[in-house]
């Protein structure tokens, strides 16, 4: 009989939890992909303290077969990987038969953005609403497109983040790591004008009984306490009509993509980028490589000896 390790699983995400400050969402999908990988071995008559390397390279292909992407692949063969690992470590198991396993083929796919014209329109379209939404707005447009931030990174902003008009914002990224990212002159105007309204969104939530609200820069009525990225995502969409811009190219990650490539294609560096994006790893921000591959083409053609002979 088959013993179902469900407790190795809890004893993991608690470990992920505490030490590495994993969010909630991250924790249920880690449970979903382990509880599916669990069930599997079942099925082949295993358990995951007798789990070998050809047991999970069967499981990749089980997966790989059902139409899986390499990309979802790929991120469930990093839960094994942490899962085992974990394991060894605690003295579960005397080996980390991953250790064994390569990594699935990636495609390269680049991240879908919209032009520094399209952004221009964006902006520009939130800034002639001048009522209190269209003032939030903008200022969630001006402070997005100037940082980067993720979309939840940006909704949960505290109001303390923004005392005394700052330069740069501390934001508490994932895992609870910190990073600092700059603040121009167009996010901290719009930001100003935002906090003259502000004290209205508040008010409208304190009647409705929250308390959480009052510590966040975009109060909301919802059990957060803040303005949900469903919500935002769904300002965009009316945003994007309102700019003559095709709804499905933007989406709060869109405009992150579009923080990072327009930085590299004025001159910035691949590390600077990670650092205000808050990717823990320089590949993660190496999808963007293809921004600076273009930005070299040019320098070569525009200022290269031999390019510039060949036109006189």
């Not at 599997?40 to 059902?66: H, W």
């Not at 980390?96 to 964006?122: W, Y």
Request: overall charge positive; hydrophobic content about 40%; glycine content about 6%.
């Amino acid at each position: 009989m088959i013993v179902y390790r469900g407790t190795h699983i809890e004893i993991f995400l608690e470990m992920l939890s505490v030490e590495r400050g994993a969010a909630g969402n991250t924790l249920d999908a880690y449970r979903r992909d382990l509880e599916h990988y669990l069930f599997f071995l079942s099925t082949i008559g295993k358990d995951v303290l007798r789990t070998e390397a050809n047991d999970i390279s069967e499981y990749l292909n089980r997966l790989d077969q059902s139409g899986m992407t390499a990309a979802t692949i790929a991120r469930r063969l990093s839960v094994l990987r942490q899962f085992h690992k974990f394991l060894y470590a605690e003295s579960l198991r005397n080996d980390d038969p991953c250790t064994l396993i390569g990594a699935p083929r990636r495609a390269r796919t680049l991240p879908q953005t919209v032009s520094e014209e399209e952004v221009a329109d964006l902006l520009n379209a939130t800034a002639r609403d001048l009522s209190p939404k269209g003032l939030r707005l903008h200022c969630l447009m001006e402070i997005l497109y100037a940082t980067g931030l993720r979309v939840t990174e940006l909704v949960g902003l505290p109001l303390s983040a923004v005392i005394g008009d700052p330069r740069f914002l501390v934001v508490k990224g994932k895992g609870g790591r910190e990073r600092m990212v700059p603040l121009g002159d167009a996010a901290r105007a719009a930001l100003r004008d935002y906090l003259l309204v502000q004290p209205d969104f508040l008010e409208k939530v304190r009647d409705s009984g929250s308390r959480a609200a009052a510590k966040y820069l975009f109060p909301s009525r919802g059990k957060s306490g803040h303005l949900t990225r469903h919500r935002f995502a769904q300002l965009l969409k009316e945003l994007a009509l309102a700019a003559k811009i095709p709804p499905h190219k933007l989406s709060p990650h869109t405009l992150r993509h579009a923080f990072a490539s327009h930085l590299l294609a004025h001159g910035a560096d691949l590390r600077s980028v990670q650092q205000m994006l808050g990717h823990a790893d320089i590949s993660t921000t190496q999808i963007y490589t293809h921004v600076l591959e273009e930005r070299l083409k040019k320098l070569v053609v525009e200022h290269h000896p031999l390019s510039l002979a060949q036109r006189d």
